[in-house]
């Protein structure tokens, strides 16, 4: 969806990531909505970023990573939690592997229900170490700005590879 940039007060740390990915010149982020993550897929409504919807999660990583090898700038996932970031993992090794430069974005349970594993609450940061550059969760909203920077730089700088916030 192409829309008008707007300069807009953020009101969620959804319009931070947003703000960031715009910041990182993305055009497009492939991916699949999910309540984890349905306040970034509004905030993207109000940017310049077209959303991309794909019918699973593995391609939108294949996708993104398409982006990056015609590009040399990251391809851009966005994925729920639990099976939405677990069904990456294919798409992330094999970009981080080929050198195609892809952040993909996962959402998450609230830090308070981890321990409870409650109803897709995964580690994902474990999950996704092995095979890219980078692999973070963000513990606070005021961090976001930096640790998608981060990403960003880690997925497109040296050999490019995948990284997952």
């Given at each position: 969806?192409?829309?008008?940039?707007?300069?807009?007060?953020?009101?969620?740390?959804?319009?931070?990531?947003?703000?960031?990915?715009?910041?990182?010149?993305?055009?497009?982020?492939?991916?699949?909505?999910?309540?984890?993550?349905?306040?970034?897929?509004?905030?993207?409504?109000?940017?310049?970023?077209?959303?991309?919807?794909?019918?699973?999660?593995?391609?939108?990583a294949?996708?993104?990573?398409?982006?990056?090898?015609?590009?040399?700038?990251?391809?851009?996932?966005?994925v729920?939690?639990?099976?939405?970031?677990?069904?990456?993992?294919?798409g992330?090794?094999?970009?981080n592997?080929?050198?195609?430069?892809?952040?993909?974005?996962?959402?998450?349970?609230?830090?308070?229900?981890?321990?409870?594993?409650?109803?897709?609450?995964?580690?994902?940061?474990?999950?996704?170490?092995?095979?890219?550059?980078?692999?973070?969760?963000?513990?606070?909203?005021?961090?976001?700005?930096?640790?998608?920077?981060?990403?960003?730089?880690?997925a497109?700088?040296?050999?490019?590879?995948?990284?997952?916030?």
């Amino acid at each position: 969806m192409d829309n008008q940039h707007q300069p807009r007060q953020w009101a969620h740390g959804a319009d931070l990531i947003v703000s960031q990915l715009e910041a990182q010149g993305v055009q497009q982020v492939f991916g699949i909505p999910g309540a984890k993550i349905d306040k970034v897929f509004d905030s993207l409504l109000d940017s310049s970023i077209r959303i991309i919807p794909v019918r699973h999660e593995a391609n939108a990583a294949f996708m993104a990573a398409a982006v990056g090898r015609i590009t040399g700038k990251a391809g851009v996932a966005l994925v729920t939690s639990g099976p939405g970031c677990s069904n990456l993992i294919t798409g992330m090794a094999t970009a981080n592997s080929e050198g195609d430069p892809v952040v993909a974005l996962g959402g998450a349970v609230k830090r308070a229900d981890k321990a409870k594993q409650v109803h897709q609450s995964m580690d994902t940061v474990a999950m996704f170490s092995p095979v890219t550059k980078y692999s973070v969760e963000v513990t606070a909203a005021e961090a976001l700005a930096e640790v998608v920077s981060n990403a960003f730089r880690a997925a497109e700088q040296g050999r490019p590879g995948s990284a997952f916030v």
